[in-house]
């Protein structure tokens, strides 16, 4: 116990040295397992305990993030799949060819495990992408979630391979698992009286590990149990906050994932050549995101970010290259050799992620001749009509705004918000809202604000930087307007102020004098009715 607690620390250590760097933590954690393993450590049963149940969290989450109407737009499934099959199809050759070669490791493998290796090698990381854009504050932008979408498609590919690889022949108690379908309701249930504390984090933790154990006891992979549970409740609209909840638990147990990798794993210099020829793979990995993306009729800029996202090895290829370790597929050697190289490719995406604007501007002419004439409905032209006032993000603080602009001031917004599903609720109860990402700088290339209709801009998205980047554009693109937009803290006020935006409304003091005004008035009798409110001591308190 007491090894296993060291080695986590060490881990802890080395995850934020690479944090500094401003690398994902598991890069760190991967090289403090090496470094372990190089003096003399071993994996311990806590270790391999927490591997698990990292592995079966990431999957459950996975599910509750599972939307299916995501999944069926042509450029997600789509870009996913037919990636997949190219990269397969020309790493296997590009394998074969370097060992026929004499390059070290390369030399004696033959086709089934070139297939297994290629396999691992395809996917991309989705813990890697979702740190990417929420950096950058850029999940709700197109090319985000498109990415995201592509990662999920990956992520169920995944899935299937460790449930078909399990070796397993269910028992016949494993048609009792199907029951599960019909206990939604009874988890929806529990799901809405569970609260928003600690008992929805056991829930999840009760929900996910539990099923994942049962479909063990059936001879079933637990983690396609996992997946499968979360599906299931992904439909619920608490889904995205058990999400959240056990995120950070998620990312704990991971730690013990990452550490037994390079716990069992021993790098060496003969693995470099390898390392190297997989690391320049990661071109042609990109450049086929991009052009499958052009392909679909997206913008050149939408493909770039889309595929500079999607730019790395995954920690997906990890636990498929472990498993096919297991079955012995793959040599241990080769488990090391794909632990270093997902670890360099983070190495070399951090930096092109955080330039990736800078570098479409660099590249936006040659990028943009490769654009096809006929794009997507979600990439065309954004008109606002005869509307008077905007309000970027439809969320509470926007759909209350939209509201009182109607019915106080009798005037005529166009709200905008990144989600389709938002966007047609909204539509539905009669608010003219057009889906579009304001953290997107070509959605505001491609808003028309010229005709100087729009004399007024809200922005009322929850994060300051999201607030802040839609700020800057509005004056890029040449809006001479006002702009008002919210904040919860001081220095957000500050940065917002400073990129352009004329009254800052903070939501948690504005609250704070809302709320008494707000009882105030109902308390103080008004002078037409000197009967009316409260009497007593809360009247007295709000008359002066």
């Known amino acids: 116990m007491f090894d296993a607690i060291t080695w986590i620390a060490v881990a802890f250590g080395a995850g934020v040295a690479a944090k500094q760097y401003g690398l994902p933590p598991l890069v760190g954690y991967l090289v403090a397992g090496f470094v372990l393993h190089g003096l003399g450590a071993e994996s311990g049963p806590l270790i391999e305990t927490l591997s698990e149940l990292g592995v079966t969290l990431l999957l459950f989450t996975i599910g509750l993030k599972l939307k299916p109407k995501s999944l069926a737009a042509p450029q997600v499934w789509g870009v996913a799949s037919l990636h997949m099959v190219a990269i397969v199809a020309l790493l296997v050759p590009l394998l074969l060819t370097f060992g026929n070669l004499g390059l070290p490791h390369l030399a004696d493998m033959e086709y089934g495990p070139a297939l297994v290796l290629a396999f691992a090698l395809s996917f991309s990381s989705t813990v890697f992408a979702v740190k990417v854009l929420e950096e ?54 529990l799901l809405e009286r569970v609260g928003h504390g600690e008992l929805l984090l056991l829930f999840g933790l009760t929900l996910g590990l539990g099923f994942s154990e049962l479909c063990e006891l059936a001879r079933v992979k637990g983690d396609l149990g996992a997946l499968v549970i979360g599906v299931l409740v992904a439909q619920h609209p608490k889904s995205g906050e058990l999400a959240k909840a056990l995120l950070g638990l998620k990312d704990l147990f991971l730690v013990g994932f990452f550490l037994s990798i390079g716990l069992t794993a021993t790098p060496s210099l003969d693995m470099l050549p390898v390392v190297i020829l997989l690391l320049a793979a990661l071109l042609l990995k990109g450049f086929l995101f991009e052009q499958l993306l052009l392909g679909f009729r997206l913008r050149a800029r939408t493909a770039l970010l889309g595929a500079l996202t999607l730019f790395s090895y995954s920690e997906f290829g990890l636990i498929v290259a472990a498993v096919a370790n297991k079955n012995g597929w793959l040599s241990s050697d080769w488990l090391a050799i794909v632990a270093i190289t997902v670890a360099l490719s983070f190495v070399i995406a951090s930096p092109l992620n955080a330039q ?154 504005e609250a704070g004098a809302g709320l008494a005004q707000h009882v105030c008035s109902a308390l103080t009798p008004s002078a037409d009715d000197p009967d009316s409110g409260a009497p007593g001591a809360g009247t007295s308190a709000c008359v002066t």
């Not at 995944?158 to 939604?184: H, Q, S």
């Not at 006032?389 to 969320?395: E, Q, S, T």
Request: hydrophobic residues 50%; glycine residues 10%.
């Open 136 to 189: 950058k504050g850029e999940m709700g932008s197109l090319y985000g979630t498109i990415a995201i979408g592509i990662l999920i498609v990956q992520d169920l590919i995944a899935v299937l391979f460790l449930a078909f690889t399990a070796g397993k022949i269910p028992t016949f108690w494993a048609l009792g698992l199907l029951a599960v379908f019909y206990a939604r309701p009874l988890l929806f249930w």
């Open 356 to 509: 990736s604007h800078a570098l479409y501007e660099l590249f936006s002419a040659r990028l943009r001749r490769q654009e096809r004439s006929k794009r997507l409905d979600v990439e065309r032209e954004i008109d606002p009509g005869d509307a008077d006032v905007m309000i970027v993000g439809m969320g509470r603080v926007g759909r209350g705004a939209y509201d009182f602009l109607v019915q106080e001031r009798g005037l005529r917004p166009v709200g905008i918000d990144a989600d389709p599903d938002s966007v047609k609720r909204h539509k539905a109860a009669g608010r003219n809202v057009v889906q579009g990402s304001a953290t997107d700088a070509d959605f505001w290339h491609r808003l028309h604000l010229d005709d100087g209709h729009i004399k007024l801009v809200l922005l009322a998205m929850p994060q300051a930087h999201e607030n802040v980047f839609a700020a800057e554009h509005l004056l890029k693109e040449g809006f001479r307007g006002s702009v008002g937009a919210i904040a919860k803290f001081p220095d957000d006020e500050a940065a917002l102020r400073a990129a352009g935006v004329h009254q800052v409304f903070n939501l948690y003091a």
